[in-house]
């Protein structure tokens, strides 16, 4: 398999329910209008806390500073595993089972934190910026990893980001970690990018209007 970090720089913020209507219009067009903005990574994720939002460094300027927004001060970068030239796991969601075993198992071993994004379609692992050189030397064993520069994959070898780096030793003992489980059930869908517009106020209602 081979491991292809997009070229996506990402910024991951929190805004508050209560500032909401500070960012509608903003939200509304990287999630409807893609063609006004430069924004080619977008992610609105609503929770009974907050908003979570996950977007690259073009759509992060769409968003006014306020007291209402949190911004993590790590730049985190995208990793997409993908096999025989088609990412996984495919066109069904069928969860994030091999990625979280060849992936993020190791890396947690190397005390790498990582995000999940999961779409219908495909599973995105992203891990901060800083981290990167450990990532590469990590994973450059399992897999062949490619970086993406102005829309072209090129092979990236630990040899380029050494930095330094001296490999960890995996921990002996296995790592526990507490689960919860809400009563939620969801449902997962896709939508194709040319059906927005006769969905569109079904969206609005579900995202700003949920109460």
Not at 90 to 106: D, H, L, M, N, Y
Not at 128 to 146: C, K, M, N, Q, S
Request: with cysteine; charged share 20%; aromatic share 8%.
């Amino acid at each position: 398999m081979d491991l292809h970090i997009l070229e996506h720089r990402v910024r991951v913020l929190s805004l508050a329910r209560r500032g909401l209507w500070l960012y509608t219009h903003p939200l509304l067009k990287l999630l409807l209008l893609p063609q006004r903005c430069r924004c080619k990574f977008f992610s609105l994720t609503e929770t009974p806390e907050d908003y979570t939002v996950m977007l690259d460094e073009e759509g992060f300027k769409e968003l006014p500073p306020s007291e209402f927004m949190q911004v993590a001060d790590s730049t985190w970068l995208v990793l997409s595993v993908v096999s025989n030239g088609r990412e996984v796991p495919g066109c069904q969601a069928t969860g994030v089972t091999k990625i979280a075993r060849s992936v993020i198992a190791p890396l947690a071993e190397h005390h790498v934190s990582v995000l999940m994004l999961s779409t219908y379609q495909t599973d995105f692992i992203l891990v901060r910026e800083r981290d990167l050189p450990v990532v590469i030397h990590t994973l450059a064993g399992e897999f062949d990893i490619y970086k993406e520069e102005s829309g072209e994959c090129v092979p990236v070898t630990s040899d380029d980001v050494s930095n330094g780096f001296l490999k960890a030793k995996p921990s002996a003992s296995p790592m526990l970690h507490p689960v919860q489980s809400p009563q939620t059930r969801f449902c997962v869908l896709t939508v194709a990018p040319d059906t927005l517009p006769a969905i569109a106020t079904m969206l609005i209602d579900v995202l700003f209007y949920s109460h």
